[in-house]
């Protein structure tokens, strides 16, 4: 009555060869066949066709008749072809007086269980690839932020060698020529001579001065950055900037949200990359005039400076790292800091260069 009522365990026992001589319905339950199809057949049966090519079953009856017991933990075949995974084990009955008499064998199947085992282990490897992936990205991304620093940090040191070279070259000169002045004045005054032309040319000169002091401050940072915002910042540097090179230069700007307050590190990085663009234009393009546009959108901020230039190749320069020395490199590291993108249109062929700057920024 146990063996018949245990409906979740298959219950078998076969002879010495390993042919069937009791099927339990808890066996022909799990595996498919009846009884009548189990009796006086091979065990083997219920082996998948991979183990029994490999000789498992007769491996199992070796080792259950050499210990005792043998382990029988494998996938087995159903009657319909499917699988089950079964849990138990195979035990030799013995006789004392006849010796060996058959095997038995109790087996639970645990077909769900394992697969639930399977699906966990596969979640688990899936979220262990996931984290493995987001900490290489990570290690990625902090090697990146990294290279980025450095670049940053190279273009402003470069930036500091062309201000000194500004200092030293305009204002330094002008104050020596002013101060060659005085000392002129002073000796007209003391020979009773008019001093009147002269102090004229060093009024003229201390203008000069002033102006190149304005310029190197908002080569710096200019004031309306802070104050006023991105578009005035413009408008005065290009001003500027036209007064001392000599190019026309116009600031356009456009959009449903202009005139609204920038995040610091935006406003910043536009600025300067713009600042980085006139100083390329005057040192390189030759140009008669120059388009500073900027575009405040909703998401986006795009700022497009473009020149009448000469124009050159992008490719060949970052090919010759000509893109240092233009400060090309700085300014997409910048724009890339600040979340956005910089591409640049140029062609020695066509002439004239154009300078695409994208940067999303929150909703108003």
Do not use: C
């Not at 102006?211 to 290009?238: C, I, K, N």
């Not at 456009?254 to 300067?272: E, I, K, M, N, W």
């Amino acid at each position: 009555m146990i063996v018949d009522e245990a409906r979740d365990y298959a219950i078998l026992t076969t002879d010495p060869d390993g042919r069937v001589t009791s099927w339990s319905p808890g066996a022909a339950a799990i595996f498919g066949w009846s009884g009548e199809e189990a009796l006086g057949r091979m065990v083997d049966f219920t082996f998948t066709p991979e183990d029994r090519a490999a000789g498992e079953p007769a491996r199992e009856r070796a080792l259950a008749r050499a210990n005792g017991v043998a382990p029988d933990v494998r996938w087995h075949l159903h009657r319909d072809g499917g699988r089950v995974f079964i849990e138990g084990t195979m035990r030799a009955l013995r006789d004392p007086s006849e010796g060996l008499r058959g095997y038995l064998k109790v087996g639970q199947d645990v077909t769900a269980r394992r697969a639930t085992e399977e699906a966990l282990r596969q979640a688990l490897a899936d979220v262990e690839q996931s984290v493995s992936e987001r900490t290489a990205e990570l290690a990625q991304a902090l090697v990146e932020r990294d290279r980025l620093r450095r670049e940053l940090s190279a273009a402003e040191e470069e930036e500091r060698r062309r201000l000194s070279r500004e200092l030293h070259d305009q204002l330094g000169q002008h104050l020596t020529a002013f101060a060659l002045g005085l000392a002129d004045v002073r000796r007209l005054l003391a020979e009773g001579a008019p001093a009147e032309p002269r102090l004229a040319q060093l009024e003229e000169l201390t203008r000069m001065m002033t102006r190149d002091a304005r310029y190197l401050a908002l080569e710096l940072r200019p004031p309306e950055l802070d104050d006023v915002g991105l578009e005035s910042a413009l408008q005065t540097y290009a001003a500027q900037w036209s007064a001392r090179y000599g190019v026309e230069a116009e600031v356009a700007v456009t959009g449903g949200s202009a005139g609204r307050p920038l995040p610091g590190d935006v406003g910043t990085a536009l600025y300067r990359i713009a600042q980085e663009a006139l100083t390329n234009v005057a040192r390189h393009a030759e140009a008669r005039h120059v388009t500073v546009q900027l575009d405040v959108l909703a998401e986006e901020i795009r700022l497009i400076i473009e020149d009448d230039g000469r124009g050159f190749d992008p490719e060949a320069a970052a090919r010759a790292r000509r893109e240092r020395r233009l400060g090309l490199a700085g300014m997409r590291e910048r724009a890339s800091l600040a979340g956005g993108s910089l591409e640049i249109e140029s062609s020695p062929e066509r002439g004239g260069t154009t300078v695409y700057v994208r940067v999303p920024v929150a909703g108003p």
